[in-house]
């Protein structure tokens, strides 16, 4: 007996003629990167960009050192800035939801006027303006600016969680912090999760603005080494060796995230809790 295809709401099973153009698409598509990929590799060789003179910094033990301190720099900046964009969004979205008024509207004039800032502008305004060091000033510039905008995912994640959740919670007795604490926000988090990550990552690259006021973070550390005429002006071996490090990084970020909303699906506590089927009613007293 054949299965005929299932067809869907959003999507129908393609037929042969489909197939094929699919197919056709597909080979296309795959032609046009792996011709892309090689012109820019043929571009490479043909700028003299793998000589042996461009890639011998990356063999001395001093560059070496250089390039570990600016990737150490970078990860202190950007976890000092991630821990205080979370606990500033955190603080402005409880503000953005409070009943008070005057706490509501001082929340929202901050997170508009931090969102709309351009962050470089920030961190040059810390560092030049309030004359503080590079790196608090970048570490302030990113958690302001990450902040304001992480205040706005918490506030639309516990808004997206069902009405009816809070309105049951507040008909048992609980207080809006209880609601708050234990019924909104756990739920709200599995939903923001990406979201979170998402803006952590950009936190992550905009540790490079740091270079700009001499915060001597990897992008710094590996602006020195392509700068040097003793070799040859090394800028795409550098921009080849620090690119994949970055990206890394940020994927090291969105398995992280990625592991923890399956460790939240695995959790007992977020599992639906078994209802054991109705007994027979007994007759009550009185009653055949």
């Known amino acids: 007996m054949s299965r005929t295809p299932h067809a869907s709401a959003l999507y129908d099973v393609p037929g042969p003629q489909a197939r094929r153009r699919h197919l056709l698409y597909g080979v296309i598509s795959t032609v046009v990167i792996l011709g892309l990929a090689a012109w820019i590799l043929y571009l490479l060789f043909d700028t003299e960009q793998f000589t042996a003179v461009k890639w011998r910094p990356f063999l001395y033990e001093g560059i070496q050192e250089l390039l570990l301190e600016g990737l150490g720099n970078t990860l202190k900046a950007f976890a000092l800035a991630a821990v205080l964009s979370l606990a500033l969004g955190a603080l402005l979205a409880t503000g953005r939801l409070s009943d008070h008024r005057p706490v509501r509207w001082t929340a929202t004039l901050l997170v508009e006027f931090f969102r709309a800032m351009p962050v470089l502008v920030m961190i040059f305004f810390i560092f030049v303006a309030l004359k503080v060091q590079p790196l608090p000033a970048l570490v302030a510039g990113l958690a302001l600016y990450n902040g304001s905008v992480l205040a706005e995912v918490f506030r639309t994640g516990v808004h997206a969680v069902p009405r009816g959740q809070g309105e049951a919670a507040y008909a048992l007795g609980m ?16 939903a923001m999760l990406p979201a979170i990550i998402s803006q952590l990552v950009v936190a992550l690259k905009d540790t490079s603005l740091g270079y700009l006021i001499t915060y001597e973070e990897f992008l710094h550390a590996g602006k020195l080494i392509a700068s040097n005429l003793d070799y040859d002006l090394p800028f795409i071996p550098v921009v080849l060796v620090i690119s994949p490090i970055y990206i890394g990084m940020c994927m090291l970020l969105s398995w992280f995230a990625t592991w923890v909303a399956r460790r939240e699906r695995r959790d007992p506590r977020t599992k639906g809790v078994d209802v054991a089927p109705a007994a027979p009613v007994t007759t009550l007293p009185g009653r055949e």
């Not at 708050?180 to 599995?190: E, F, G, S, Y």
Request: glycine share 0%.
């Open 175 to 190: 207080r809006k912090t209880q609601v708050m604490t234990w019924v909104l926000v756990p739920q709200a988090v599995r």
